[in-house]
């Protein structure tokens, strides 16, 4: 018999990890498979690792995994991959903004298709604010554009995939996670289906707009480069422009003898080519960051306590 991994990463989650428990717990009885459910507590400062822990004493089927700190949600995620024992493996956030109830689509899908990635694509967003929705919309296009990688648009990380693929991600020793692109980085066939993502059951997200920006940049960064080429262009190009200002002012000097004023032209001059120069050295400065946080070689999370007795 197939084994199925659930894999769920959960920051400060008390109010809803009972109800998410109990809908898991309803899906899995219908599916023909021995399951696992890996919860990977994020760095919680409520009362989520308590209660992992009772479902776990009475549940065999329930695993926890505690990191010491919140070492982010991309990290979260890649904990339970190095965890998981399964051949099939769903991700999905605890928030059940992401239904319990569809799973047995995933592995059907899967089934049919012989997808190693079967991925949901979000048709609706319930409940999220127009600037949220409007600003995932218009960062996945522009990934589309600039990467090298075709990374699916609309989808999060609630997603099938197989164990080769889950070997293949743990091979993957980037800091700096954006685990959508890198599943569609390794090429393996993937299918998709729509679905309405539910609004937040109770609570506010814990997925901030500063942790939005950042994964963002991750994920620029990590399958573009773009922005280094962008900066490079603009730097010829703002030089070409001088370079031909300077040509004129000596012409007008010089040959035609006039006279040369005008505080405003320089001011703008120096502001436009100065910010242009800080935009390329923000820009280097992002990747150069990242350069570093690999060179460092640390682990990616350390765990406080789990329940999985064997080396990931």
């Given amino acids: 018999m197939q084994k199925l991994s659930v894999i769920i990463p959960i920051f400060n989650e008390e109010a809803l990890l009972y109800e998410l428990y109990t809908r898991l717990n309803k899906v899995i009885l219908t599916l023909a498979l021995n399951t696992e459910i890996i919860f990977v507590d994020d760095g919680s400062t409520d009362e989520s690792l308590r209660m992992l822990q009772a479902l776990a004493a009475n549940d065999s089927r329930v695993k926890y995994i505690s990191l010491t700190r919140n070492f982010g949600h991309q990290v979260a995620i890649q904990a339970g991959l190095q965890h998981c024992q399964g051949d099939l493996v769903i991700t999905m956030d605890g928030d059940l903004q992401d239904p319990p109830e569809l799973i047995p689509a995933f592995v059907q899908t899967?089934?049919?298709t012989g997808a190693s990635v079967v991925y949901g694509r979000r048709k609706i967003r319930k409940n999220e604010s127009t600037f949220k929705k409007g600003f995932a919309a218009m960062f996945y296009r522009l990934l589309k554009v600039i990467s090298t990688v075709d990374i699916p648009l609309d989808t999060g990380d609630f997603r099938l995939i197989t164990a080769e693929v889950v070997e293949n991600l743990n091979n993957m020793p980037e800091p700096n996670k954006f685990l959508r692109g890198q599943v569609a980085w390794l090429g393996h066939k993937q299918h998709f289906f729509l679905y309405d993502r539910e609004s937040r059951e109770s609570g506010k997200s814990n997925f901030t707009y500063r942790?939005?920006?950042?994964?963002?940049?991750?994920?620029?960064?990590?399958?573009?480069?773009?922005p280094l080429k962008l900066a490079t262009v603009s730097g010829i190009s703002i030089s070409f422009f001088a370079f031909l200002m300077i040509v004129y002012i000596l012409y007008a000097k010089l040959i035609l003898h006039a006279v040369i004023s005008?505080?405003?032209?320089i001011m703008v001059t120096i502001l436009f080519m100065g910010g242009i120069q800080l935009f390329s050295i923000g820009v280097i400065g992002e990747y150069i960051s990242r350069i570093n946080d690999s060179v460092r070689n640390r682990p990616l999370y350390i765990v406080s306590k789990t329940n999985i007795m064997r080396d990931p």
Avoid: A, P, Q, V
């Fill in 110 to 112: 899967h089934k049919e």
């Fill in 211 to 226: 942790k939005m920006i950042r994964l963002g940049l991750d994920g620029i960064t990590g399958f573009s480069n773009f």
């Fill in 262 to 265: 005008g505080w405003t032209s």
